[in-house]
Every structure is written in C-alpha cells, then in structure tokens.
C-alpha cells in the first residue's frame, strides 16, 4: 500500500462478521483503508473463541453454519472475507436431534430427505409437508426484497416487492399462524417449530420469514469453522491488514462524529481520542447506533419507536470441558434440542423458571466433536431466558458481582446439568470443568441491551421498518450486522455485503462473486502443485 495517503477512508464500529465483511469487502475490491475498532480485548464479536486452564476453548456464538458448501452469493461472501482460508467441517448426516417427551426426531441433512423422514413419521400430513417446503422457499425469497432496502432504487424495490405479494403475506406473518392454519399434528407442529432458538422467537412471536430463511439455510446439513469459529475472525483480519486495514481491539466508540451539515465525519472513542474518515459504518446494532452513538440532537423520527422495542431473546450458556470424548456416550457431534412439552409458545413463557432450578428447553452441542483441530473435549448447553431478570445486578462488575449471583449461577448451572443428564446419561461424570455466563455477561462484552442476543427481535414488524437497512438517515454512515438484514452469521455476513454495495455500488456483488471464484481457483491450483510436487 506505499504512496497511500494517512487517513482511513471508512471506520467499522465493531468486529462481528458483519462488520468484517463490510471492511474487508472495501478493501478487497476497492482498495479502501478501513479502520475497524472493537470495545472487546479480542476480535470477531459471536464469532470469538475464549478458553481456561487445560486447553478448555468454547465458541460463544457459533454453533453450526449452513450452506457454506453450495455454490451460491453465501459461500462467495464467506470466501472472499476469509481470503478462501477457512476449512469447514461438516457435522453428521443427522445434524440436530429434536427430543420431546415420550417422542424423538433427527433432521437429517438434505431437503428432500428431510422431507421424505417427515412423511414417513407422518405420513397423514403428506400433503401439508409437501406444502411446508413450498411456502418455506417461497417465504425465504423475500429476504431479497429486504435486502434492496438502501441497495437499489424504491422505483425498483417497489416493483420486485408487488411481484413478491404472497411471498410477503407468507412472510410477514407469524410462523405459529402458518402452524395453526396448516397443521393438526401437534408432534408435527412441536418438529417444524423446535429450533426457534436459532432465531430467538417462538412460533407465536417470529416472522415467517425468520423461520423460513434459518430453516433453508440448514437444509443441505450443518458445518463448524476448522481450528473455532475464531478462524472466521482472525481470517478476516489477515486479509484486512494485507490490503493496508487495521483492527484495534479495546478501543471502544463513544460516539459517531458529525461535521455542521450532519454527515458523519468519524468516531469518538471513549479514550477521547478522535478519528476521522469520510464513512462510518455501525456493526454495533440498531439500538447502539441510534440511541447511544449518534448524538440526541440528530433527528431520528424512529428513536422512540426504536426505543420502546422490546428486547430480543437474552440466554445462559453452560460452558464444560470434559475429561473424555462424549462419543463415549454415543454423541456424534449432533445438536441436541430437548424440550419438557410439544408447545413451544409455553416453554418460551416459562424460561424463567431456570431462575428456580426448573429447565424447559434446552440446546447441547459439542464443539469438540465439530471441529478436528480441537485440542480438548467440550460441550456447551443453552437455554433462553429474560435479560430483564438480572437488572437487580445492573453496575456490577464482570466476574465481581457478589455471593447472591454466584449462588444463582450455581442453582442453575445443577438444573441444567441435572436435564443433560437425564438425556445423556453419564456426561456429568466427564465433566472436570464447568462455567456459567448469564445476559450480564452478553451484555458486558457486546454492549447488547439487556443481553440480547440476535439484534431487534425478529417479528413480522421488524421486517417491515424501513430504518432497519444499511443506509441510515445521517449521510456517510451505515449499518451493517443483523439489523440491517437478518440474524446469523450468514445474515450478518449477506448484511456486510449490501452495506459495501451500498457505498461502493452494485458492482460490489459481481465482484464479490469474482474474488471468490480467482480465490478458489488459485486454492485448486496450490493444491494440484502441492499434489505434484509429492508424488
């Protein structure tokens, strides 16, 4: 990069995949100089990696991905992020397995397997199955329409989202109207509703669409980021410094710079030290942005609206290394959904009940069987939960916040352990070491309101706010990350990519799509050298 000029020419806030993607998709196919600044002492947002003594390491995000393997804009994305550096594992041809009581079914990879194991355990509803698939693809294929949001001229969005009219009413209702309206069963409906948690609302609450996008993005199976899902991450910043960018960790934005007309000129950090540069891009979430980071007096006629939103799904997570494999106990490296009833807007409105020692829901994976370059045995367990149900401890400080909290943890983390067992019997006497993180814990590292997890919950109304779009109001800034699309780390990711579209132009996704096919063909022609020079 010598003869560049000092400066950056765009600030990322925040590391998330979001807000890599966005960075090093400027850099890569514009040769922009992108600073991104992450408040954390380390890189990638969800999609870090922490560890403990013995070699323990657990992801605290990243649990599987789809489609990463497909040909398709998803991979693309991914690979020229990652400059084609990151090797996937893909999880066992029976990815998930959903437990009810007196009642199991396995989600195997493959949307027509899927579908034919479906019927063949119900085979009344081979119709209404048939029809679930339909309306799914269809109901996905509005998240394009979203997506043109701030990306393509309203003449044109206006035009394509007329042609989407029942792909929009299928998307904009409530996965439980799509469930009541077509479904008798209630062991069909507790299957096709079980993974709510992916996307943070259950069936009475979520957008069709939320349901329909997660559920086709896990169609052809499951795939775990060789070496964590800190690999994504630390990638993404290889490129980043390759092409003259720089990430800072410990460097947290307190406020988004504006110059006299009201367009962003940089970021305050909370050191006081200013940084400038012409666009400022927000991978810090819809709330954070808005409501913290710009300035009050900016107009934003959406600020109270955005403000009176209600949180969206907050979570304990059960971190343990253990002594031995859990192939030991028959564990492949398949998720585990276990839920106490069929009705999955019940077990939503009882998660509180963890706070007494009662679990209802729970979702078990075992990162170490995902992932060949893990050095010891791990499981992780999660389970919903109101991040409003610890404002008691609000201004405590992490890993500080005294014996009536620990003593909480302690009762939770015995009833979550205690449901595992109940279902994988024996993983408690291979457990040598055990933690707890609760929404505080969220909301400390991420700045998340209240802990939550997945950004602006994910109802029909939240797809419908035309704020909620990489292109804000204030000139020279963006969004990026899952408000401005949709959750995940695909969501994020696809996000990153509109956002660079939006700045650099549509061209953005051609070279995209480009970068990643010369990255895999150099990668194809590495390997035949390789290949050679070892025969």
Known sequence: MAGKPKGWD?????????????????????????????????????????????????DVGVHYVGEVCQPGLSRDVLEAVTGGEV????????????????????????????????????????????????DVRLAASYIGVVGMRGTAPETV????????????????????????RHVSDERLKAVLGARWGDYGLPPSESAFLAH???????????????????????????????????????????????????????????????????????????RNTFLRLLPDDVSLPFREELRQTPAGMAHLSLYLGLSQSPETLGIRG?????????????????????????VSQLYVSFPSLKDPAAKQHTAEVVTAVEGAAFTRWEGTHWMKRGPEYE???????????????????????????????????????????????YG?????KRFTKSYLQVKTPVP???????????????????????????????????KTAAAARRLRSAKGSTAAATSLSTA
């Not at 009810?100 to 899927?114: C, L, M, Q, S």
Request: glycine share 10%.
């Open 456 to 460: 602006i919950p994910a109802t029909p």
């Open 212 to 286: 329909a996008v997660i559920t086709q993005h896990y169609f052809e199976g499951g795939y775990y980021p060789v070496g964590s899902a800190s690999a994504l991450a630390e990638a993404a910043q290889r490129q980043l410094e390759a092409m003259g960018g720089e990430l800072r960790v410990r460097a947290e934005a307190a406020r988004i710079l504006l110059d006299p007309s009201g367009r962003a000129r940089g970021v305050r950090l909370a050191t006081g030290e200013e940084i400038v540069a012409p666009v400022v891009i927000s991978d810090a979430g819809a």
């Open 334 to 358: 398949e998720n585990l959904w276990i839920h106490d009833s069929f009705d999955q807007d019940g077990i939503w409105s009882r998660r509180n009940e963890i706070l007494d020692g009662k």
């Open 476 to 510: 020279g800034l963006y969004l990026t990350g899952a408000d401005a699309l949709i959750l995940g780390v695909m969501g994020a990711a696809r996000a990153g990519l509109l956002c660079a579209a939006a700045i650099a132009g549509p061209l953005t996704f051609w």
């Open 157 to 180: 969005r206006r035009l394509v989202e007329t042609l989407k009219g029942r792909a929009r009413r299928l998307a904009l209702s409530t996965t439980g109207s799509w469930l009541d």
């Open 407 to 453: 003593a909480l943890k302690e009762k939770m983390k015995a009833a979550i352990l205690a449901e595992v067992e109940q279902h994988v019997p024996g993983l408690s006497s291979l457990v040598a070491w055990s933690e707890l993180s609760t929404p505080l814990s969220t909301e400390h590292f991420t700045a998340h309101p209240q802990g939550e997890i």
């Open 10 to 58: 765009a600030i990322v806030i925040g590391s998330g995949i979001g807000g890599l993607t966005a960075a090093v998709l400027l850099a890569r196919l514009y040769g922009k100089r992108v600073l991104v600044l992450e408040r954390h002492y380390r890189a990638g947002g969800f999609t870090h990696v922490f560890s403990r003594r013995g070699g323990y390491r657990w």
């Open 87 to 134: 090797r996937w594992q893909k999880m066992p041809e029976g990815y998930d397995r959903l437990i009810f009581p007196d009642f199991e079914f396995t989600v195997r990879a493959g949307r027509e397997r899927f579908k034919s194991d479906l019927k063949a355990v119900f085979p009344r509803e081979a119709g209404v199955i048939d029809c679930y698939f339909r």
